[in-house]
């Protein structure tokens, strides 16, 4: 599966690196620039399929770098977000002149990951070509008590096409299983409430759930002295697979791909 493509044009290069690797695990390409001129030209050269573009550069500003790309009818369709620090009193005045400028979409620093990422997936969604044959997304549960676990993988779920349902604990995941019918479930192990384990046992008992594949995640592994207790608990507990915690992309999509070919 070809990755998206993200330009980043950015002269702060702490700011630059924290960006690219949310960016990054959220299964984004991103391409990273220091100045206006060479943001011009690697847009034009690369046409990517999203611009992050920072008002404030070494030489030409964002939001003429911004009009210069969205007055080109080649590349006037790439959408792009301006991001710049600026003093409170000012944001709505800069905002005004990021529209004026033709931007379509603008982000004060810091920037909040989660709006970040949620302004991308907006973006992206509204510029992608509509399929010839409408296909139904795959549907993923994920049950987990870690907020910031939850919303993290949601939003790369999302970012990858897949419809996705979320869950703080076994109970609630169990009720949600049976409602939304989902075609893939992920379920951490250790939850307040019901563990993982025991969710996952009383799932396949339920002749409604238990065809759906259920991966365990968890990082409970890591305090076996043999790691690969986990897996087997997971298997005696009738899982269909196990992942260790902290979960990169590229495995996460591994596995659902692995799971929902034969779906």
């Given at each position: 599966?070809?990755?998206?493509?993200?330009?980043?044009?950015?002269?702060?290069?702490?700011?630059?690196?924290?960006?690219?690797?949310?960016?990054?695990?959220?299964g984004y390409e991103v391409i990273q620039v220091?100045?206006?001129?060479?943001?011009?030209?690697?847009?034009?050269?690369?046409?990517?399929?999203?611009?992050?573009?920072?008002?404030?550069?070494?030489?030409?500003?964002?939001?003429?770098?911004?009009?210069?790309?969205?007055?080109?009818?080649?590349?006037?369709?790439?959408?792009?977000?301006?991001?710049?620090?600026?003093?409170?009193?000012?944001?709505?005045?800069?905002?005004?002149?990021?529209?004026?400028?033709?931007?379509?979409?603008?982000?004060?620093?810091?920037?909040?990951?989660?709006?970040?990422?949620?302004?991308?997936?907006?973006?992206?969604?509204?510029?992608?070509?509509?399929?010839?044959?409408?296909?139904?997304?795959?549907?993923?549960?994920?049950?987990?008590?870690?907020?910031?676990?939850?919303?993290?993988?949601?939003?790369?779920?999302?970012?990858?096409?897949?419809?996705?349902v979320t869950a703080k604990d076994g109970d609630?995941?169990?009720?949600?299983?049976?409602?939304?019918?989902?075609?893939?479930?992920?379920?951490?192990?250790?939850?307040?409430?019901?563990?993982?384990?025991?969710?996952?046992?009383?799932?396949?008992?339920?002749?409604?759930?238990?065809?759906?594949?259920?991966?365990?995640?968890?990082?409970?592994?890591?305090?076996?002295?043999?790691?690969?207790?986990?897996?087997?608990?997971?298997?005696?507990?009738?899982?269909?697979?196990?992942?260790?915690?902290?979960?990169d992309t590229p495995t996460l999509l591994r596995?659902?791909?692995?799971?929902?070919?034969?779906?």
């Open positions: 599966m070809k990755k998206t493509k993200i330009l980043f044009v950015e002269d702060d290069p702490d700011f630059s690196e924290a960006s690219k690797t949310i960016l990054e695990q959220a220091s100045n206006g001129k060479a943001g011009l030209e690697r847009a034009k050269k690369g046409k990517p399929d999203l611009i992050l573009l920072d008002v404030i550069l070494p030489d030409i500003d964002g939001f003429s770098v911004c009009r210069e790309l969205k007055e080109d009818p080649n590349y006037s369709s790439i959408p792009i977000i301006l991001v710049t620090a600026i003093g409170a009193t000012e944001a709505s005045y800069a905002e005004h002149i990021a529209k004026e400028h033709k931007a379509d979409c603008y982000l004060a620093k810091p920037v909040d990951s989660k709006k970040m990422l949620e302004a991308i997936n907006d973006l992206l969604a509204k510029t992608r070509p509509a399929p010839k044959e409408e296909r139904k997304k795959a549907k993923i549960l994920l049950i987990d008590d870690d907020d910031d676990f939850l919303e993290a993988t949601r939003q790369i779920l999302i970012a990858h096409q897949y419809d996705v609630e995941g169990i009720a949600k299983a049976k409602h939304e019918n989902p075609d893939l479930i992920f379920l951490d192990v250790i939850m307040s409430g019901k563990d993982g384990f025991t969710v996952c046992y009383e799932l396949r008992k339920i002749a409604q759930t238990r065809p759906i594949p259920i991966v365990m995640l968890t990082a409970v592994g890591q305090q076996f002295s043999k790691p690969e207790y986990g897996v087997d608990i997971a298997i005696d507990h009738l899982a269909d697979d196990y992942i260790d915690k902290p979960i596995k659902i791909e692995k799971h929902l070919l034969f779906r």
